[in-house]
């Protein structure tokens, strides 16, 4: 490793910020494509009818929809109106009486800067005349005019509809409800949707042609086209990863699923159709989405690439670690630190879980890592290429596909992730799913930054209508985004006066050395070393230490038992056991209130053992062993008040050591008072 690459995380944080600032711009462009005003939605499910056959899975079509609408585009509840049969009264079920009154009521609320989505799944008909209906439960076919909703009517009332943007779609003439029956008067999405190409504004989706059936998915329980569009609206058909959906995603998307899908399962023919009206501006986003929570998000993503591999038959997949487009390997994590290896390894473990019960299996962590090593380290342009990917797959005996993902930018809380399913023989993009995360503060204290959270932070800045303009958590990391740019907190003599951080190298304090926000303390390879921990403020404290990215307490404790439970591949601060660092405990009484941490803990209470901290080779290493072999050499320490109600070195394992390790129950980690990071290097470069 040379010494520029060692301290030049300084520049790849320049760099951020060049590529933040692109990302910024691409969402704020893609922001004025969205109809400036609200997003209302009416959703219409009709699925027990009572004089014609029953459909299957209508209902919960609607429902998905309504639940995808709110989690992802930020939809308001009060602003969908959901009438399905399981409504709790005649009002909230699509009967005759209640669409007629209610269908225009609904659209008389929107206005004119807003956008307005109407979605019918259901029934159609035409009569003798050729006039077309939709059906509502209460149908009856002897009397399509007196029972039906004239799809002429809904056409006037959606054109009298003030709305910037109406997108109606329609999810019709269903097939592979085990009670449909054929009908030589049903009525196709298609056809109905031509009746509105004329009217301004509106763009149709219909599920499939005129000559086709929309396919029911009897394992998903739903419609196949329905399934698809509520995967879209997740952020799947956000191909551009700009933070929105636009109508041209959305139908791109869901018309290649709907295809494939109805292909390769079952087989069919179905082919969405969009039909555009006039006076549509543009390309026009569907929805804004929604950051969410960092575990949520890679679940959702898991869930799609586990479909597209089951729907591809592919027999093994690899995943790999989430980059930023910058070298894996001596980076030290690039500007993301361990975030990038959590979202790998989160991925992984979803996708493992969702194989138990599909086609498909992961390759081994260890098999892919040790292939990657052996075929010239990790680099992105490299391990991405067609050539690289081949000889991946080979080296592992046969990987036909392999899941990228990528950090395509931060700003402030929210976090951009792209995951591209990959073919290894062609090097072929199968599929890309992505989202946009909102951090938590345990998220960004992973990033790599040392800072000082300091109770200023958690203050509500209030703007001039009494609202604040961000949450406590976006508050806060705002505040410590600021805080980076500057010293490390090793350095702030507020924070060293309550708390401290020191690396002891064969029992000898070893000083660091400060480049910008950045610690670095030199090793050489046998070093034992351990990390110790002052807790100065004269109340408990809590803290949670991760060394390359491993927890270094027990996953699980059961002192009666004898178990080797340590070293965790969970890469995450939640999930790590925090360490009780109180000032009057028992354990230092009358000393300094100190704690040294001498290796991964695999035991509690007396006679508790630990496995020493070693300095090894990259490629020896606990950190390469468990998966991480990209991010080592960096230890972190995240500090905790209790809760109000209660790369070129690494680490491995040594020898085991008693020691009294006390165990405690009822306090919880609660606000982050500050986060350490220390990055241990060849002390040669020092």
């Given amino acids: 490793m040379d010494q520029k690459r060692v301290f030049g995380r300084a520049r790849l944080a320049t760099k951020a910020s060049a590529a933040f600032g692109v990302w910024l711009a691409t969402v704020t462009l893609a922001a004025g494509t969205l109809a400036a005003g609200e997003t209302w939605a009416l959703l219409i499910g009709v699925q027990d009818y009572q004089q014609v056959s029953p459909l299957e899975y209508t209902v919960d079509d609607a429902q998905c929809l309504r639940e995808t609408l709110i989690a992802y585009g930020g939809v308001a509840p009060?602003?969908?109106?959901?009438?399905?049969?399981?409504?709790?009264?005649?009002?909230?079920?699509?009967?005759?009486?209640?669409?007629?009154?209610?269908?225009?009521?609904?659209?008389?609320?929107?206005?004119?800067?807003?956008?307005v989505l109407v979605f019918f799944s259901g029934h159609g008909f035409r009569d003798d005349d050729g006039l077309m209906y939709l059906a509502p439960l209460d149908f009856d076919r002897t009397k399509p005019s007196e029972t039906g909703i004239s799809v002429d009517w809904l056409r006037e009332r959606i054109a009298g509809c003030s709305a910037v943007l109406k997108l109606l779609i329609l999810d019709?003439?269903?097939?592979?409800?085990?009670?449909?029956?054929?009908?030589?008067?049903?009525?196709s999405p298609d056809e109905m949707g031509r009746l509105f190409k004329a009217v301004d504004g509106v763009v149709t989706l219909a599920s499939c042609?005129?000559?086709?059936?929309?396919?029911?998915?009897?394992?998903?329980?739903?419609?196949?086209?329905?399934?698809?569009?509520?995967?879209?609206?997740?952020?799947?058909?956000?191909?551009?990863?700009?933070?929105?959906?636009?109508?041209?995603?959305?139908?791109?998307?869901?018309?290649?699923?709907?295809?494939?899908?109805?292909?390769?399962?079952f087989p069919n023919r179905q082919t969405p159709v969009r039909i555009v009206g006039p006076r549509v501006i543009g390309v026009p986003d569907v929805v804004r989405l929604k950051p969410q929570p960092l575990r949520p998000l890679l679940a959702n993503m898991?869930?799609?690439?586990?479909?597209?591999?089951?729907?591809?038959?592919?027999?093994?997949?690899?995943?790999l670690e989430f980059t930023d487009d910058s070298r894996l390997q001596e980076v030290l994590g690039g500007q993301f630190g361990l975030v990038g290896k959590f979202c790998g390894d989160e991925l992984e473990r979803q996708l493992i879980s969702a194989s138990q019960d599909a086609s498909f299996r992961i390759v081994n962590r260890d098999q892919l890592r040790h292939a990657i090593l052996q075929d010239g380290g990790f680099e992105v342009s490299a391990i991405s290429s067609t050539p690289r990917l081949r000889s991946l797959s080979k080296s592992v005996g046969d990987m036909p596909a392999v899941a990228m993902g990528s950090i395509k930018g931060r700003q402030g809380a929210f976090l951009r992730l792209q995951v591209e399913l990959k073919e290894t023989t062609t090097g072929d993009v199968i599929g890309i799913t992505g989202g946009t995360a909102a951090l938590s503060e345990n998220d960004w204290a992973m990033l790599g930054y040392s800072v000082v959270i300091r109770p200023e932070d958690r203050q509500r800045v209030l703007t001039s209508i009494n609202r604040s303009s961000e949450s406590e958590t976006e508050q806060v990391i705002t505040a410590a985004d600021r805080r980076s740019q500057g010293a490390h907190a090793l350095l702030d003599p507020?924070?060293?006066?309550?708390?401290?951080?020191?690396?002891?190298v064969n029992g000898t304090v070893r000083p660091p050395v400060f480049r910008g926000n950045d610690c670095f303390v030199g090793v050489k390879k046998g070093d034992r070393y351990a990390i110790r921990l002052h807790n100065k403020s004269g109340t408990v404290a809590l803290a949670r230490i991760l060394v390359d990215g491993l927890d270094t307490g027990m996953k699980v404790a059961e002192s009666d038992n004898d178990i080797d439970v340590w070293?965790?591949?969970?890469?995450?601060?939640?999930?790590?056991?925090?360490?009780?660092?109180?000032?009057?405990?028992?354990?230092?009484?009358?000393?300094i209130p100190k704690w040294d941490l001498l290796g991964f803990m695999t035991k509690s209470g007396v006679g508790g053992q630990v496995r020493e901290f070693t300095v090894v080779n990259a490629a020896e290493s606990l950190a390469n062993q468990r998966g991480y072999s990209d991010q080592i050499g960096l230890i972190t320490v995240a500090f905790y008040a209790p809760k109000a109600d209660s790369r070129a070195l690494g680490t491995a394992a040594g020898q085991t050591l008693d020691r009294n390790i006390r165990t405690y129950k009822g306090i919880k980690p609660g606000n982050l008072l500050g986060v350490v990071h220390i990055r241990y290097v060849d002390a040669d470069l020092l």
């Fill in 78 to 115: 009060d602003h969908i109106l959901e009438i399905t049969d399981f409504g709790p009264g005649p009002d909230s079920q699509p009967l005759h009486e209640t669409l007629t009154r209610r269908i225009p009521a609904w659209l008389e609320r929107v206005g004119a800067d807003d956008m």
């Fill in 172 to 187: 019709a003439c269903h097939a592979g409800s085990e009670n449909s029956e054929p009908n030589t008067d049903s009525l």
């Fill in 302 to 319: 898991a869930e799609h690439v586990a479909d597209l591999l089951d729907e591809h038959k592919y027999r093994r997949a690899g995943v």
């Fill in 494 to 504: 507020e924070f060293k006066s309550r708390f401290d951080v020191e690396i002891r």
């Fill in 567 to 591: 070293g965790q591949p969970i890469t995450h601060l939640n999930d790590a056991v925090p360490r009780l660092l109180d000032p009057n405990g028992p354990e230092v009484a009358g000393k």
């Fill in 209 to 265: 042609s005129e000559d086709q059936v929309s396919v029911i998915w009897q394992d998903k329980r739903r419609s196949l086209y329905s399934y698809w569009l509520t995967e879209g609206l997740k952020g799947h058909a956000d191909r551009d990863s700009n933070g929105s959906v636009d109508i041209d995603e959305l139908h791109s998307y869901v018309s290649r699923r709907v295809a494939h899908t109805a292909k390769v399962r």
